[in-house]
């Protein structure tokens, strides 16, 4: 089994600061790591994931993630938001093995990029 | 691109009511996802297929059952609404085991009253 927790529910940040929003994960296996951004009135659609190899890794829309294993974290940074980046944010752990493939989802964190 | 549809943007019904929500996936996806989505509660799984007419469980799938007659087509059935079910339900697909990403679709707004 695996869990997922996203730190904070609600990130605000004024335009052209960084964030990072945090994701830590737990399970027994290995895991496939994803970040997921769902904007208003929209269904969810894929930032980025991790599968294996560097544990930089860089999506759409300049976000990037880093993959940190002995501390169970995948948080995801962007170095400038703009107010199009307001959206709600999704990390979601797969396992990698054992059989089961169903994805866990954290519970979100609202990101709110002020003017 | 993968395209995933749900028959429905916005849905109202009454208590008791039969209510199918449809979504239909043009990429030939093995594995199809039903969630509902609360404000903080994040995204749960209620059913999921990986096959044609098989289905299988996900954490909170009562009250709701699902069918899926043909590959591109996952249909979710409230059996009879309650106003608990009042939610956002959103649909994905995927091609194959954990690596891949899921698609999903716009999402239906349901009120039940």
């Known amino acids: 089994a695996q869990s997922v927790t996203q730190l904070d529910s609600q990130v605000p940040v004024f335009e052209e600061a960084p964030v990072e929003l945090r994701c830590n994960y737990s399970s027994s296996v290995s895991v496939y790591l994803f970040w997921y951004v769902q904007y208003p009135n929209q269904g969810l659609q894929l930032l980025l994931k991790y599968l294996s190899g560097s544990t930089l890794v860089k999506g759409i829309n300049g976000f990037e993630a880093e993959f940190n294993k002995s501390q169970t974290s995948f948080h995801l940074r962007k170095p400038s938001v703009h107010i199009s980046d307001t959206a709600e944010y999704f990390c979601a752990v797969s396992p990698s093995s054992g059989g089961s493939y169903i994805p866990t989802f954290g519970r979100g964190t609202s990101l709110i990029v002020h003017p | 691109d993968v395209k995933v549809t749900q028959s429905s943007r916005y849905l109202v019904k009454r208590t008791g009511e039969k209510v199918f929500l449809e979504c239909v996936q043009d990429m030939d996806h093995e594995n199809m996802f039903w969630y509902r989505q609360d404000p903080g509660l994040g995204l749960r799984l209620i059913y999921f297929?990986?096959?044609?007419?098989?289905?299988e469980k996900g954490d909170i799938p009562e009250g709701y059952s699902v069918s899926r007659e043909k590959k591109e087509r996952f249909s979710l059935i409230l059996e009879s609404a309650s106003t608990n079910q009042t939610s956002m339900y959103l649909c994905?697909?995927?091609?194959?085991?954990?690596?891949?990403?899921?698609?999903f679709g716009p999402g239906t707004r349901l009120l039940v009253l």
């Open positions: 994905a697909s995927s091609l194959g085991r954990g690596l891949e990403t899921q698609y």
């Open positions: 297929s990986y096959d044609v007419k098989m289905k």
